[in-house]
């Protein structure tokens, strides 16, 4: 069944609102989904990314509406923006590192092309290389030695590396996109301003172009229009809202920022081939892992 939590929280570190404080945050999924009665409920972080490796035990994870199972030896990557969630089993060990997504942006030249993979939710098994990287960050950020801020940046790039080289060898990963720093830029714009319905010259005059150019760049990167693309993140989220929460269509519309709910319904209809509640109802007969079940009134 559909996941209902009232609304899809957004957090740095799970249940935690703070910025980042350091060049890398880490703990074991022992601490924090022990804290949790190892269900890490529906979440996203909004400008943080994380890479999770079991070690022994396993679980479930859950991106947006996909599901992977997580066994020893198995990484999950998980992009900014990413709704995911995870219920583990009972004592589960392994690796948790976080990252800012400035971080990523600071490190990852364009051209070698890591974060078309880095970009997608996937998990993929892995050999002794990643849980080697895992060891001897934990090490160093748990000691304060001299380079220590520089060390770990070395060893987050090559952890990120083992990452996308895991996710460039999954068959099963999203297809990934490289963008140029064009659409990357109005992804950007698009995240902060898809809710006020930004029109087309909107992002082109934020972004200093015009429309036409604009339009022709996404086209490039993507393969969509910039008209299709705005009115892509709207679905998207509208979707995300339906799987994720027990929210009432007419709830999304307003939250989405449709002022008519009767348009958010021929809007989303359209884009979708189905209807939001025969959307809704098609994920209603899924049966839900401990964790990720809805609540009972």
């Known amino acids: 069944m559909a996941l209902t939590t009232s609304e899809i929280a957004n957090f740095n570190l799970f249940g935690e609102t703070g910025d980042l404080p350091d060049v890398v945050h880490c703990e074991t999924i022992f601490d924090r989904a022990s804290l949790h009665d190892w269900e890490l409920t529906p979440h996203r972080h909004t400008r943080l ?3 999770i490796l079991v070690t022994s035990g396993g679980g479930l994870a859950r991106f947006d509406d996909r599901r992977e199972d997580l066994v ?3 990484l999950a990557n998980v992009p900014a923006s990413v709704i995911h969630a995870f219920s583990f089993a009972p004592g589960t060990q392994g690796f948790v590192v976080t990252l800012a997504s400035e971080f990523l942006d600071e490190n990852l030249p364009a051209k070698e092309g890591l974060r078309r993979y880095l970009n997608a939710a996937f998990a993929a098994n892995v050999d002794d290389v990643a849980a080697d990287l895992m060891t001897q960050i ?6 304060r030695l001299f380079a220590r801020a520089q060390v770990l940046r070395s060893l987050c790039g090559a952890l990120l590396g083992a990452a996308a080289r895991a996710g460039a060898e999954q068959s099963e990963a999203q297809t990934p996109r490289d963008l140029n720093p064009l659409a990357r830029r109005f992804e950007e714009l698009r995240e902060e301003h898809y809710r006020q319905h930004w029109k087309v010259q909107d992002y ?7 429309a036409t150019h604009l339009s022709r760049a996404l086209r490039a990167a993507t393969g969509l229009s910039a008209a299709q693309l705005i009115q892509e993140r709207l679905i998207q989220e509208a979707r995300r809202n339906l799987v994720f929460t027990n929210l009432p269509v007419s709830t999304i519309s307003y939250t989405l920022g449709f002022e008519d709910p009767a348009y958010f319904s021929r809007v989303f209809t359209a884009a979708s081939g189905v209807s939001a509640k025969q959307f809704r109802a098609r994920l209603s007969g899924e049966r839900e892992p401990r964790g990720l079940r809805p609540e009972t009134a």
């Open 49 to 51: 990314h994380q890479i």
């Open 138 to 143: 934990f090490r160093e950020f748990a000691e």
């Open 72 to 74: 020893a030896n198995r």
């Open 204 to 210: 082109a005059r934020a972004l200093g172009v015009s």
